[in-house]
């Protein structure tokens, strides 16, 4: 299964748009990049995902780098309710999540 | 949206005891379900995955015969824990998918189980 690699940790202003990456250098073209954040003592909650073209939903944007390789998930306006921690996936043919550590994103008031 | 609901939410008892927890699909027909653990501070460790009416698949290190799980149902999946000791004590979330393996996975809100 193919790896992601992401910050330990962020920051953002409340009001403020968040931008996560997340580094997928090794991603092969079935895969599909998931995006989940995880409150504390909750399980994780889906947010976003996409394949190719870019994507919006009512939580989030995700833009996907031209090769792949790479994709940001777009808070436009951090609240403090965003706080937890946002986890990229990559969901092959095996369909298995593997989770990584993640980026816990702090939003400060 | 889909959701999974996960019971108990919170469980305490004595080692040597034997645990189950439910995770049920409330609004879709889950012909996979994915159990995990979680300890503090760590990321989220796949445990095993069920598909309805056949055995799970346990990841390597997962002991089959300690964690049991039991898929019955498009609708219901089980875990339980035997004989639980301390280091047992984790959390556990499940999730479920249906049919489309490209669509998203739905989590439960997961169990802490606490052994003493």
């Known amino acids: 299964d193919a790896k992601t690699t992401q910050p330990n940790s962020m920051e953002s202003n409340e009001e403020e748009p968040v931008h996560l990456p997340c580094n997928h250098s090794?991603?092969?073209?079935?895969?599909?990049i998931h995006w989940y954040r995880q409150l504390p003592s909750q399980g994780p909650e889906y947010v976003i995902h996409?394949?190719?073209s870019n994507v919006n939903n009512r939580m989030a944007s995700l833009a996907i780098a031209e090769d792949r390789k790479s994709s940001t998930l777009i808070l436009h306006r951090a609240t403090l309710r965003d706080a937890a921690v946002y986890y990229c996936?990559?969901?092959?043919?095996?369909?298995?999540?593997?989770f990584g550590t993640g980026t816990r994103l702090k939003v400060l008031a | 949206g889909a959701v999974v609901s996960q019971h108990p939410s919170r469980v305490i008892c004595k080692s040597g005891t034997s645990v189950k927890i439910e995770c049920r699909s409330l609004?879709?027909?889950?012909?996979?379900m994915f159990w995990y653990r979680q300890f503090p501070k760590q990321s989220l460790m796949l445990m095993a995955t069920?598909?309805?009416?056949?055995?799970?698949?346990?990841e390597q290190g997962v002991e089959k015969d300690k964690f049991l799980i039991n898929h019955a149902s498009l609708t219901l999946s089980t875990l339980t824990v035997t004989s639980a000791h301390p280091e047992d004590s984790s959390f556990y979330i499940c999730?479920?998918?249906?049919?489309?393996?490209?669509?998203?996975?739905?989590f439960g809100d997961g169990t802490r189980l606490s052994i003493l």
């Open positions: 999730s479920a998918r249906g049919r489309n393996s490209n669509q998203p996975q739905h």
């Open positions: 090794t991603i092969s073209g079935t895969d599909y």
């Open positions: 996409g394949l190719t």
């Open positions: 996936i990559l969901i092959s043919g095996t369909y298995k999540y593997i």
């Open positions: 609004d879709f027909q889950a012909t996979t």
């Open positions: 069920s598909n309805e009416g056949s055995k799970a698949t346990y």
